[in-house]
């Protein structure tokens, strides 16, 4: 039984690049979320999607950052232009379905370094 | 708006001491409260979590937690801990309904380290 699958596990780019994040979740699961955990800190809600809907962006930065869950594929986590402020561990999680039980499974995470 | 704090950033105990973990939250009911456990370099894990009844809650790995409404807090707790326990913990909060999804507040974690 696979968990929840992130890649790339380590991410390094320069400002100004692109970096896409990548999450599978676990199998039959159609509920995913996106979580951003800076140096030192907790982790923050982004992004809630179904499959192919955006539930909840409110935790998303307006500009830069996007999110998709399409019909078929993994999640993507796309940050356009990085900058230096953007370097965190982004995690990935899912559930089979939105009710408000806490059971996320949580991937791996990201780790995102902007030089 | 909902929000979770952990007052203690760092917790050094030795190996076979109790263990408590302090978290209070602010929320204008009572939030479906939860606690997780992130090793280093792993995802988070699910320790236990509270919605209704019983107000001592029984989790994975020895930990418990007790929700006391009247101080606001969710406090974990161990009463031997292990090495393999050093990790960092996160109490969470949700807001007590269905259609919330599962958008958890973290609070910002307490690192525990354990002492041979």
């Known amino acids: 039984n696979a968990g929840v699958m992130q890649n790339p596990r380590h991410l390094v780019r320069r400002r100004g690049q692109e970096a896409r994040l990548r999450c599978s979740p676990v199998?039959?699961?159609?509920?995913v979320y996106w979580y951003r955990q800076l140096p030192e800190e907790g982790l923050k809600f982004m992004v809630y999607l179904q499959k192919e809907n955006i539930i909840d962006e409110s935790g998303m930065p307006k500009e830069r950052f996007s999110a998709e869950f399409p019909k078929e594929g993994p999640s993507i986590l796309r940050i356009q232009q990085v900058v230096r402020g953007d370097s965190a561990a982004y995690f990935c999680?899912?559930?089979?379905?939105?009710?408000?039980?806490?059971?996320?499974?949580f991937g791996e995470g990201s780790r995102l370094t902007v030089l | 708006a909902q929000s979770v704090t952990q007052p203690d950033i760092h917790i050094t105990v030795s190996e076979g001491a109790s263990l408590e973990l302090r978290c209070n939250y602010s929320y204008g009911a009572t939030p479906y409260l939860f606690w997780y456990v992130q090793s280093p370099g792993q995802g988070l894990q699910l320790l236990l979590k509270y919605f209704s009844g019983d107000t001592l809650v029984q989790g994975i790995k020895g930990f418990e937690a007790e929700f006391k409404r009247s101080q606001s807090s969710f406090n974990l707790r161990k009463p031997s801990v292990h090495w393999s326990d050093a990790a960092e913990y996160f109490c969470?909060?949700?807001?007590?309904?269905?259609?919330?999804?599962?958008?958890?507040?973290f609070g910002g974690g307490t690192r525990l380290m354990v002492k041979p």
């Open positions: 999680a899912s559930s089979r379905n939105g009710a408000n039980t806490g059971e996320l499974f």
């Open positions: 199998k039959g699961h159609s509920h």
């Open positions: 969470a909060v949700a807001p007590p309904n269905n259609n919330a999804g599962n958008m958890l507040t």
